[in-house]
């Protein structure tokens, strides 16, 4: 299960942490509080200040950092059973994990949906407007096309009940970079076996960590990446993670030029 927490190191804001979360710094889009900027009323009152947080977190303009490529490594050796992820910067995309492997629950921008006739385009066919600061509009019904990202009061996508499977199936919980703070995702945290350990890799402690922790809780406090570089060493997979974080930069510094 991770959140905003894990592409901060990728130079993402992530929403809470004060100061630096993208909720402390919405002002300049203009909005009424925070939050407004994922809530459908506001959106079709004014859907310029959600376009442009998108236009900023454009897919292309920022990298996996060694946390998305450390669950790819898990991935690759046949240990991910799923990767949770509450985030819609599609960087777990980008480092390679299959989207099989995948429960982007709070939406992604790979494809996008038209407000009114209900008819799914690509991503293909809106970035473009986004990228020229224009409200993507359907061809068809001229109504506001909006990303499949999940705005509060909006259901989950369906492969979010994936989790009525894999929970109960995991023999491991790693919770990384997330404030457990928005429902129905932080109660995945409780949908593991009693038995199960459960590892929280955060700055701060979290969720039922802090006040019901579970006797094979472990809990380490502190910067995800340099967390995860320890984690990595006791692994023992420190060269195997690097020379996967080498390929894949290789690859997408291809893909830029
Ligand atoms: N290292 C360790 N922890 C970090 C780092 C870092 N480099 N950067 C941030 N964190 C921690 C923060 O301390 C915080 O506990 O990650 C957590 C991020 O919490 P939030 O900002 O609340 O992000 P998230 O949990 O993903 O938010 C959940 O809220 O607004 C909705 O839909 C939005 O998906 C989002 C959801």
Same mark, same amino acid.
């Given at each position: 299960?991770?959140?905003?927490?894990?592409?901060?190191?990728?130079?993402?804001?992530?929403?809470?942490?004060?100061?630096?979360?993208?909720?402390?710094?919405?002002?300049?889009?203009?909005?009424?509080?925070?939050?407004?900027?994922?809530?459908?009323?506001?959106?079709?009152?004014?859907?310029? /200040?959600?376009?442009?947080?998108?236009?900023?977190?454009?897919?292309?303009?920022?990298?996996?950092? %060694?946390?998305?490529?450390?669950?790819?490594?898990?991935?690759?050796?046949?240990?991910?059973?799923?990767?949770?992820?509450?985030?819609?910067?599609?960087?777990?995309?980008?480092?390679? %994990? /299959?989207?099989?492997?995948?429960?982007?629950?709070?939406g992604t921008f790979a494809s996008a949906t038209c407000t009114v006739c209900r008819r799914s385009f690509p991503e293909k066919d809106w970035w473009a407007d986004v990228m020229m600061d224009r409200v993507p509009c359907c061809p068809v019904c001229a109504g506001?096309?909006?990303?499949?990202?999940?705005?509060?009061?909006?259901?989950?996508?369906?492969?979010?009940?994936?989790?009525?499977?894999?929970?109960?199936?995991?023999?491991?919980?790693?919770?990384?970079?997330?404030?457990?703070?928005?429902?129905?995702?932080?109660?995945?945290?409780?949908?593991?076996?009693?038995?199960?350990?459960?590892?929280?890799?955060?700055?701060?402690?979290?969720?039922?960590?802090?006040?019901?922790?579970?006797?094979?809780?472990?809990?380490?406090?502190?910067?995800?990446?340099?967390?995860?570089?320890?984690?990595?060493?006791?692994?023992?997979?420190?060269?195997?993670?690097?020379?996967?974080?080498?390929?894949?930069?290789?690859?997408?510094?291809?893909?830029?030029?």
């Amino acid at each position: 299960m991770v959140g905003a927490g894990i592409s901060t190191p990728s130079g993402i804001p992530d929403f809470r942490s004060p100061g630096s979360g993208l909720y402390s710094n919405l002002l300049q889009y203009n909005i009424p509080y925070p939050e407004a900027i994922f809530e459908l009323e506001f959106f079709f009152h004014n859907p310029k /200040p959600f376009f442009t947080l998108a236009k900023q977190l454009y897919p292309g303009n920022y990298r996996p950092n %060694i946390t998305h490529y450390f669950f790819r490594l898990l991935h690759d050796k046949g240990l991910l059973l799923r990767l949770y992820t509450q985030n819609i910067d599609g960087l777990e995309r980008v480092s390679g %994990i /299959p989207v099989s492997k995948l429960v982007e629950a709070h939406g992604t921008f790979a494809s996008a949906t038209c407000t009114v006739c209900r008819r799914s385009f690509p991503e293909k066919d809106w970035w473009a407007d986004v990228m020229m600061d224009r409200v993507p509009c359907c061809p068809v019904c001229a109504g506001i096309v909006k990303p499949d990202i999940v705005f509060f009061g909006e259901p989950l996508p369906e492969r979010f009940l994936l989790h009525v499977l894999d929970f109960p199936m995991a023999d491991l919980l790693l919770i990384l970079g997330t404030s457990l703070e928005v429902e129905p995702f932080a109660s995945l945290s409780e949908a593991v076996g009693a038995s199960v350990p459960r590892l929280l890799i955060n700055r701060d402690l979290v969720g039922t960590f802090a006040w019901r922790p579970r006797s094979r809780d472990v809990v380490q406090l502190g910067d995800v990446v340099h967390s995860v570089e320890r984690l990595v060493e006791l692994l023992g997979w420190t060269k195997e993670l690097q020379d996967l974080v080498q390929r894949e930069t290789r690859k997408l510094d291809g893909q830029d030029r």
